[in-house]
């Protein structure tokens, strides 16, 4: 009767019903009561259930007040009723787990024992975390530095850190457990199971990436550990390990708990805090207040029907970014579209009766559609003529109508797994990211191309409809992971039997506005994400002029060959069998230029010196020569220079010897004695470095300077 349950300070609540199930053995329970450790944390004497009978409202000065409608919110933990059905002692010996486990020890080699030895709650944390991670991923949310991207992140560099120091695995293993968990879970969460080559993908690359930095990491905790003062691991330490290793600071507090430390999370925050007051300084803006010019409404946005309005400025503000000065400001309606869902923002003009005042970008702040301008006009009250760039919108709208028949056509091609990841529409180009765990070959994106040019011949009409959110997805329209979304959203459908998406932007009229469509490049910009880059409209006419002009160009330059490829293949041909010529003529040089210059050696306190400047087209052929010569050498100093197109190319080799036992190191004598004379620098192995400059006058004394030391 006493039990109450409420999320926060404020907010609904009620009273509630705990259900306990005690799992002791009988022996146990006749020793002490199971309602005595209800709520104590005992591990057999456990919640599985929680019905919350939700009539108060908590309201800020504490007090409730009932509400109008009232319901019982009821949860169960699955895990803990498995167990309890299964007669278990743990979650983890259910067989919502255990397949997994045995994944692990087939993978692994290590046998599960049960305890709380670590190697065997690495095992607990394995079959735990890679349910999160794969299910998330399925789900659209990729790891990330930021965000929700980033608790994935940090549940995978954990459950990373984990198998490498307690079952010695020191590859990636969690992408081996991501079928084990498609097949499980096949009938309940069949999303994983139809993205699993995805899924897989992304898991393996991300655990490759934090592989690298983790064993150095990990030694870098070691020295911190063992320097500690006291029983704390410092702050600006924990930074390091996050901004350097990539440590997510609950890993370096885990690692410190094992070693009965704690961290200076305080401290952590303020070196965090630190960096992004750096970043913010770097793009620091500074805004003043609002100055109000017409009280009333505000922001009507016009746009998808009007490219003018005559309206009024409501406020403006000054700005200062870089020590350049602008103004921002608001108007009572305007047909400015501000920068959202990846398109670029309008540019314009407006017109305070007969002054203009150029607008250069328009973005969107606390739902305020802001107009960036350089100055602002002598009657700032008066009414004003607000007219967008009309081409620049046109070429946007095609750009963006083109990125809807983009991602459906990448959806036919590759498969359904395919998901927007970013996009950027403006008037040049549009780019579009996407979830895939291949790079799209050559095959596959004329094959989009095609379809996305079928349908702009096709001249299909585009609707655009305001509805409700449900009915919109039922239809099949496509909304972006993460993007929220009111009751009431604006979907825009080029055929309903090929793309449905939620979408706030401007489009064409009809898909044959579009004209053609051509993909520019197509690469990799995260795990399991790839970015195609294309353009549409006059923007792929003239890629496509520039394209026919190079091509008559290298027709020409190739005296007009009746099969341009075939011409090329051959001089490509024609010149690497050239090449092979030059590099033997330049052997045959070495070797004469290796014995002239055995004949030069001098003895200079015991050491075999070889100092000269020689004739050759490249600075590999120094190098080349140091190391030809040093088999004939004994206890040497071997210093080559030559003027390579004007530059300067300095070699120096040193025998093992004169390291070990003079200090004589060739990168210290590139950096204390010839970088100077050359103007330029260098740097390699203690017997061998090799050095650069602008200055080739000087080479001479290169050598002189060398054998002076000597």
Known sequence: ??????????????????????????????????????????????????????????????????????????????ERLVRVIQGKQSNYDTDVFTGTIAAVEKISGKKYDYSDSKQAIAFRVLADH???ISFTIADGQLPSNTGAGYVIRRILRRAVRYYYSYLDYKQPLLFQLVPVI??????????????LDFVSKVVKEEEDAFLRTLDKGLKRIDDIVQSASGSTIQGKAAFELFDTYGFPIDLTRLIASENNLSVDEQGFEAEMQQQKNRSRAATAVDTEDWVLVHEGKENQFTGYTDHETTTRVSKYRKVKAKGKEAYQLVLESTPFYAESGGQAGDSGRLNFDG??????????ENNLIIHFCDNLPDA???????????????????????????????????????????????????????????????????????????KIRENIPVVIKEMGKDEAVA??????????????????IIDPNYSIELCGGTHVGATGELGL???????????????????????????????????????????????????????YADNNELKKKIESLEAKQLAVIKQELLQQVEIINGIQF?????????????????????????NYVITLAANVDGKASVAIAVADELVNNKGLEAPKLINDHVKALIKGGGGGQKTLATAGGQDASNLPQVIEKIKSIL
């Not at 002054?355 to 969107?364: A, W």
């Not at 239809?475 to 825009?492: I, N, P, T």
């Not at 050759?616 to 040093?630: E, H, P, R, S």
């Open 1 to 78: 009767k006493d039990n109450f349950w409420e999320m926060g300070e404020t907010g609904p609540c009620g009273p509630c019903s705990e259900i306990h199930v005690d799992c002791r053995p009988n022996n146990e329970r006749a020793a002490i009561p199971g309602r005595e450790l209800v709520n104590k944390d005992h591990p057999q004497v456990i919640e599985i259930w929680n019905n919350v009978f939700i009539q108060y409202n908590r309201l800020k000065d504490g007090t409730l007040e009932p509400l109008p409608a009232k319901h019982v919110d009821t949860g169960m933990g699955f």
């Open 517 to 571: 469509f051509k993909i520019k490049s197509e690469s990799a910009v995260a795990a399991g994400v790839r970015r195609m880059e294309a353009i549409s409209g006059v923007a792929a006419e003239q890629f496509i002029q520039e394209q026919l002009v190079q091509l008559t160009a290298i027709r020409e330059a190739l005296k007009n060959p009746k099969e341009i490829l075939k011409a090329v293949e051959t001089l």
């Open 130 to 132: 890679i349910r999160a």
């Open 475 to 492: 239809m099949g329209a496509m909304a972006l992971f993460g993007e929220k979304y009111g009751d009431k959203v604006r979907v825009v």
């Open 182 to 195: 498609a097949t499980q879970f096949a009938t309940v969460f069949p999303e994983l199971q139809q993205q």
């Open 380 to 454: 700032i009250d008066a009414t004003v003529i607000a007219s967008i760039d009309s081409s620049k919108r046109q070429a946007t709208a095609i750009h963006h109508s083109a990125t809807h028949l983009l991602h459906a056509a990448l959806r036919q091609v590759l498969g359904n797994h395919v998901a927007q990841k970013g996009s950027l529409v403006n008037e040049t180009q549009l780019r579009f990211d996407f979830s895939h765990f291949a790079k799209v070959t050559d095959d596959e994106i004329t094959a989009i191309e095609q379809i996305v040019n079928q």
């Open 355 to 364: 002054e203009i005042i150029e607008v250069y970008d328009t973005k969107k």
């Open 610 to 634: 070889i100092g000269a400047v020689i004739d050759t087209g490249n600075a590999d052929g120094l190098k080349k020569l140091c190391f030809d010569l040093k088999d004939s050498l004994s």
